[in-house]
């Protein structure tokens, strides 16, 4: 039998957003690891509603990622040649990352709005319902690594070691991806045009980063300008260890770390200190 | 967060699980209905939204005793929902403290946390961890919640095509499975055929008599009468009777007109 007790005071808990404070972080620690069984159950109903009524199911998580890679064979062996061997698997090892992260975004974006009806009946701590969001994606970009792994041997392209690495800048990517995620699912509870917004940074933002092209193909004197883009660090380091074999070197590691954190700092900073409040508004 | 849980062991006795101090709870209420998209630009750009403030509960304070059950009534409108949100932790108050200490299923209306895709059973899996239970603890309820809701062979099918009774039973079921040591009922009495309400009447009697207590709204005044120790009437925001519920029955039936009072009899 569970026993509890809260003890509830008026207002806004949290006066000012904390934002470098370790505390934050080990809350969404605790709190994720307490309501584990609520968020996987929550990101297993997202895949079902997702994959409903369709003939193969859940096998989309497979066959979208494998139908997408057969295009972009297609299309960048015969159409477009940028002279780059093996085009495919260079373009594949930093776009499945980028779909993760735009998808949880596009996804999370709505999950606070989305689960209005809930959060109005059920006192339920926020934070599981980005969480699980994303954490559906997850799954996603896992299984999505299967069908690159396959082209990897298809094309004979070396499968390198430095495939074991990967999990280092998922790890980077989820918490990028989550800070973010928080951010932008908070601010679309005030303002719905955030989710609109959203969709349109995610498509300039995809220009923006070395995922069709390399950075090498940009002006020496004008790559400064790309490296502030906090994601291509994370994305440097799946396209390393898939396509070049090689690991990246750490201050590139320790920068998609720095991103990583930063963003979810501020990402869950903000969101904690509006929660209480989205009742009110979705 | 909204939730502070302590794992701890309450002494027993006649104690105060629910306890609200001076709570009070505020509404923005946001005039947002431009007329005409001239209007729409001359508010954008000046950023002016008008809005006023509506006090749905104004200063409230009450505390319900260990095992007592209380009925909330009040016309529409008069803050027995709100109320009940600021007890089931789902609004923090403007202003006022509030205890409540025991578990209580934080649930508003009925299987509020039900998908329509889904199963009977992967809904009432959902509907627990939501409350706060454990993936194990649903388990082990779960043959007894499809047994007591009657679901039969239905409770693997998407619970869309469940009738709507089908789908008050199984909410009711779940709700009550679950054991909570505080139970709040809002107007879930009033769907369902006469058998199974019944059976829903000897539920929450068989919960009486565990001490549990219960917070019970209703617009139905026989049911209040016949299950309450306690009746809090409210209206517009502040109580305005507090009592043996017969009583405040009597003083919500004047607050009505003649001809609802009347109905209400029946």
Same mark, same amino acid.
């Given at each position: 039998m569970k026993i509890s007790c809260r003890d509830v005071g008026p207002g806004?808990?949290?006066? $000012?957003?904390?934002?470098?404070?370790?505390r934050v972080l080990t809350e969404l620690v605790r709190e994720t690891y307490r309501y584990r069984e609520l968020i996987w159950a929550l990101a297993l109903k997202e895949l079902k509603v997702r994959y409903?009524? $369709?003939?193969l199911g859940f096998l989309w998580a497979l066959l979208n990622p494998a139908l997408m890679m057969l295009v972009m064979t297609v299309v960048f062996s015969?159409?477009?040649?940028?002279?780059?061997?093996?085009f495919a698997i260079f373009l594949l090892s930093v776009l499945l990352p980028w779909t993760f992260f735009s998808q949880s975004l596009s996804y999370a974006v709505e999950s606070i709005v989305g689960n209005g009806e809930l959060i109005k009946k059920v006192s339920v701590p926020k934070l599981v319902f980005p969480v699980a969001a994303v954490v559906s994606n997850i799954i996603n970009l896992l299984l999505s690594f299967i069908p690159l792994a396959l082209l990897v041997v298809g094309m004979r392209h070396p499968f390198y070691k430095?495939?074991?690495?990967l999990p280092v800048p998922m790890l980077a990517l989820i918490i990028f991806t989550l800070g973010m995620t928080f951010f932008f699912a908070a601010a679309n509870v005030y303002y719905r045009d955030v989710a609109h917004v959203v969709q349109i940074v995610l498509s300039a933002w995809f220009y923006l980063t070395?995922?069709?092209? $390399?950075?090498?193909?940009?002006p020496p004197n004008q790559r400064w300008l790309f490296k502030l883009n906090p994601i291509i660090y994370v994305l440097n380091g799946f396209r390393l260890s898939v396509y070049y074999g090689l690991l990246p070197k750490w201050p590139s590691i320790a920068a998609s770390f720095v991103c990583a954190f930063m963003a979810l700092f501020i990402g869950f900073g903000i969101f904690r200190k509006y929660q209480d409040e989205f009742v009110f508004y979705v | 967060m909204n939730l502070s849980f302590m794992y701890d062991l309450l002494p027993m006795g006649?104690?105060?699980v629910v306890k609200l101090e001076n709570v009070t709870q505020r509404f923005r209420?946001?005039?947002?209905?431009?007329?005409s998209v001239r209007e729409l630009f001359s508010k954008v750009l000046r950023y002016r939204v008008s809005y006023h403030d509506l006090?749905?509960?104004?200063n409230v304070s009450f505390e319900v005793p260990q095992s007592q059950t209380l009925g909330l009534i009040g016309r529409n409108g008069s803050g027995k929902s709100t109320l009940l949100k600021i007890i089931a932790g789902v609004y923090r108050p403007t202003s006022g403290r509030v205890h409540v200490e025991g578990s209580i299923?934080?649930?508003?209306?009925?299987?509020?946390?039900?998908?329509?895709?889904?199963?009977g059973r992967e809904n009432i899996l959902l509907n627990g961890l939501l409350m706060g239970y454990s993936k194990k603890q649903m388990r082990e309820r779960e043959q007894s919640i499809i047994d007591f809701a009657e679901i039969g062979e239905f409770?693997?099918?998407?619970?869309?095509?469940?009738s709507s009774g089908m789908h008050t039973r199984l909410a009711f079921a779940v709700a009550t499975e679950v054991n909570p040591q505080i139970l709040i009922l809002d107007e879930?009495?009033?769907?369902?055929d006469a058998a199974f309400q019944e059976k829903c009447f000897a539920r929450i009697q068989d919960f009486r008599q565990a001490g549990k207590t219960i917070i019970f709204v209703s617009h139905a005044m026989p049911s209040v009468v016949r299950f309450c120790d306690r009746a809090i009437l409210l209206e517009k925001g502040s109580i305005v009777a507090d009592g043996d519920p017969t009583e405040v029955a009597e003083i919500y039936k004047s607050l009505l007109s003649p001809e609802m009072a009347r109905l209400v009899q029946h």
């Open positions: 806004r808990q949290f006066g $000012s957003i904390t934002l470098l404070e370790l409903k009524r $369709s003939v015969t159409i477009l040649r940028f002279g780059i061997p093996h430095t495939w074991l690495f070395p995922i069709i092209y $390399s950075l090498d193909f940009i | 006649n104690l105060a209420v946001i005039h947002d209905r431009p007329d006090d749905a509960i104004k299923a934080p649930l508003i209306e009925l299987g509020a946390g039900f998908h329509h895709e889904l199963t409770i693997d099918a998407p619970i869309k095509q469940y879930v009495l009033a769907v369902g």
